[in-house]
T-cell receptor, first 114, second 111 residues
Framework: DSGVTQTPKHLITATGQRVTLRCSPRSGDLSVYWYQQSLDQGLQFLIQYYNGEERAKGNILERFSAQQFPDLHSELNLSSLELGDSALYFC?????????????FGSGTRLTVV | EDQVTQSPEALRLQEGESSSLNCSYTVSGLRGLFWYRQDPGKGPEFLFTLYSAGEEKEKERLKATLTKKESFLHITAPKPEDSATYLCAVQSSDSNYQLIWGAGTKLIIKP
């Protein structure tokens, strides 16, 4: 157990729907990062939050949004889902805004859009 | 533009056959280089951070080294349980602490 908790582990939904993925960072970590990993593809950075504020955006679609709450958990909202959104979505956390100590990843949410 | 390239894309070895994985990088100023291990369907697991050329770190059968242009992950006498995808990432001084990831090397160790 890495200490980063992601729920749900699996999600199957239809095209056009909206889903919410949840992440609880490791205790004491202030930064949360969201990544997308499609089948046999590399990690694609989506967005980073630090202590409730958005810090960096990667290749995140306009249909996707995220937020980090006062208790530091984060949610990634995916709307108007398309078949191509099927992927593993990982959340990672780190102690500071920087990642000198490495990111700790959760076990991911596998999203299947049918 | 900051870039990370890993080679080979895939590597098949017999159990006990030592080898090295390469991570070449181009960044404006290296703040740190990270190695992760990822098992299928699971999140990447942190292995090492290297900060400056000449630095080396070891963990069991793995040894990571760093030069000004590349890093190597040496695997000595690997076992089947070392089979995984190994990811390299760099953090540059211009990247606002973001990690720039390589595509990974898929390592398969045959018994």
């Amino acid at each position: 157990d890495s200490g980063v908790t992601q729920t749900p582990k699996h999600l199957i939904t239809a095209t056009g729907q909206r889903v919410t993925l949840r992440c609880s960072p490791r205790s004491g970590d202030l930064s949360v990062y969201w990544y997308q990993q499609s089948l046999d593809q590399g990690l694609q950075f989506l967005i980073q939050y630090y202590n409730g504020e958005e810090r960096a955006k990667g290749n995140i679609l306009e249909r996707f949004s995220a937020q980090q709450f006062p208790d530091l958990h984060s949610e990634l909202n995916l709307s108007s889902l398309e078949l191509g959104d099927s992927a593993l979505y990982f959340c990672a956390s780190s102690a500071r805004q920087g990642s000198n100590y490495g990111y700790t990843f959760g076990s991911g949410t596998r999203l299947t859009v049918v | 533009e900051d870039q990370v390239t890993q080679s080979p894309e895939a590597l098949r070895l017999q159990e006990g056959e030592s080898s090295s994985l390469n991570c070449s990088y181009t960044v404006s100023g290296l703040r740190g280089l990270f190695w992760y291990r990822q098992d299928p369907g699971k999140g990447p697991e942190f292995l090492f951070t290297l900060y400056s050329a000449g630095e080396e770190k070891e963990k069991e059968r793995l040894k990571a080294t760093l030069t000004k242009k590349e890093s190597f992950l040496h695997i000595t006498a690997p076992k089947p349980e070392d089979s995984a995808t190994y990811l390299c990432a760099v953090q540059s001084s211009d990247s606002n602490y973001q990690l720039i990831w390589g595509a990974g090397t898929k390592l398969i160790i045959k018994p």
